[in-house]
């Protein structure tokens, strides 16, 4: 199966400390697709060795029994890609809208690990650049309150630029909830 997962905010906290080294014991312990790739997209100029780069340095921080090899991260490095993307720019979602498309992944998830307060710009650029489809998920990265009034609320923020209804939980929820389709 092959999928695409695009961290906006990639150059954050919660991606090199968290979700990087989440995504290194999958690939490590052979639980993602082997023709997966993963770009991150922050809005400083860098190139995917250079962000390659930045992740394995942080990779100094894990637990040593969960710290890559040289050529363990060699292998994990060839998913991570790079991209340089002004948020509010709307030719910059067009760029990433032909890096996804080139080879039209069965599964895409935008994993917004943003502000909240950009979430719902990200969501319409996304939907006017066509990345809303049936293969496409959206997971929203922060606590969007603590009922489920709020948490619908929060969520429909990219109810009206996707293509198919879905149910949907911040990844607080995620452990009990999970996206319906």
């Not at 994993?111 to 293969?135: D, E, K, R, Y």
């Not at 603590?146 to 630029?161: I, K, L, Y």
């Given at each position: 199966?092959?999928?695409?997962?695009?961290f906006?905010?990639?150059?954050g906290?919660?991606?090199w400390?968290?979700?990087m080294?989440?995504l290194f014991q999958?690939?490590?312990?052979g639980?993602?697709?082997?023709?997966g790739?993963?770009?991150?997209v922050?809005?400083?100029?860098r190139?995917?060795?250079?962000y390659?780069?930045?992740?394995?340095?942080?990779?100094?921080?894990?637990?040593s029994?969960?710290?890559?090899?040289?050529?363990e991260?060699?292998?994990?490095a060839?998913l991570?890609h790079y991209?340089?993307m002004?948020?509010?720019?709307p030719a910059?979602?067009?760029?990433?809208?032909?890096?996804?498309s080139?080879?039209?992944?069965?599964?895409?998830?935008?994993?917004?690990a943003t502000?909240p307060?950009?979430?719902?710009?990200?969501?319409?650029q996304?939907?006017?650049?066509?990345?809303?489809?049936p293969?496409?998920r959206?997971?929203?990265?922060?606590p969007?309150?603590?009922d489920?009034p709020?948490?619908?609320?929060?969520t429909a923020?990219?109810?009206?630029?996707?293509?198919k209804?879905r149910?949907c939980?911040?990844?607080?929820?995620w452990?009990?909830?999970r996206?319906?389709?």
């Amino acid at each position: 199966m092959s999928f695409d997962l695009v961290f906006f905010g990639g150059t954050g906290d919660l991606t090199w400390r968290k979700l990087m080294p989440a995504l290194f014991q999958a690939w490590r312990h052979g639980k993602l697709p082997a023709d997966g790739r993963i770009l991150a997209v922050a809005r400083d100029e860098r190139s995917d060795a250079d962000y390659r780069r930045f992740i394995q340095e942080r990779f100094v921080e894990v637990d040593s029994a969960k710290r890559p090899s040289d050529e363990e991260f060699a292998r994990f490095a060839e998913l991570l890609h790079y991209r340089r993307m002004d948020l509010s720019q709307p030719a910059d979602y067009a760029g990433l809208q032909t890096w996804v498309s080139a080879r039209q992944a069965e599964t895409v998830v935008l994993f917004l690990a943003t502000s909240p307060h950009l979430f719902p710009q990200i969501c319409a650029q996304l939907g006017a650049v066509g990345l809303n489809g049936p293969n496409v998920r959206v997971v929203l990265e922060k606590p969007l309150g603590h009922d489920r009034p709020v948490r619908r609320t929060s969520t429909a923020w990219c109810a009206p630029h996707s293509t198919k209804t879905r149910r949907c939980a911040s990844t607080t929820t995620w452990a009990s909830r999970r996206c319906k389709t």
